[in-house]
Antibody
């Protein structure tokens, strides 16, 4: 079955760029949207954005143009970059497949923004 | 942006109860509404998609209804594993939005 796994640094300094990768196994990136969602400590879910396998992107406007997503069909991976991070970006970051809804999720990776 | 408002924020119930959670959209989203369950420390799990379609493997005690701007998630015959936080989410627009969540607690 399709599985997703997030990877990337667990600690990022303020003003730097957060970079995460999601690796897909048991399926293909083709044909779907792939998304990133985050959850700040003790808070609800926040949609960050998603990317279609052909490269079309949709981003949360509240993130003020700090988000870039990309994907690589040859490696079955997609990525998130969030620039100019602050403590408010500390969260668990999830990657997920979007097929009518977010139907497959990774386990999540915790990213802390701190100097 | 489409805003999603869930009610109540917290709900106390007992095993065996029937409970209903409501989600309201700030504009018409048709049937493009999903419900998720999140257990503490775990990733969310899709329960319902397109307002009323049960995701494969989800018990039939979960059901969803609604269209347009008002939607409900009903759990009939609460089980111990159902005490969790529930989120609605709209997929009508290219800017997806989650509700703020409803925490279902044991009474």
């Amino acid at each position: 079955q399709v599985q997703l796994q997030e990877s990337g640094p667990g600690l990022v300094k303020p003003s730097e760029t957060l970079s995460l990768t999601c690796s897909l196994s048991g399926g293909s990136i083709s044909g779907y949207y792939w998304g990133w969602i985050r959850q700040s400590p003790g808070k609800g879910l926040e949609w960050i954005g998603d990317i279609y396998y052909r490269g079309i992107t949709n981003y949360n406007p509240s993130l003020n143009n700090r988000v870039t997503m990309s994907l690589d069909t040859s490696t079955n991976q997609f990525s998130l970059k969030l620039t100019s991070v602050t403590a408010a970006d500390t969260a668990v970051y999830y990657c997920a497949r979007l097929h009518f809804a977010f139907d497959v999720w990774g386990r999540g990776t915790t990213v802390t923004v701190s100097s | 942006d489409i805003q999603m408002t869930q009610s109540p924020s917290t709900l106390s119930a007992s095993v065996g109860d029937r409970v209903t959670i409501t989600c309201r959209a700030s504009q018409d989203i048709g049937h493009w509404l999903a419900w998720y369950q999140q257990l503490p420390g775990k990733a969310p799990k899709l329960l319902i998609f397109k307002a009323s379609n049960l995701q494969h493997g989800v018990p039939s005690r979960f059901s969803g209804s609604g269209s347009g701007t008002e939607f409900t998630l009903t759990i009939s015959g609460l089980q111990p594993d159902d005490f969790a936080t529930y989120y609605c989410q709209q997929n009508n627009s290219y800017s997806r939005t989650f509700g703020q969540g409803t925490k279902l607690e044991i009474k």
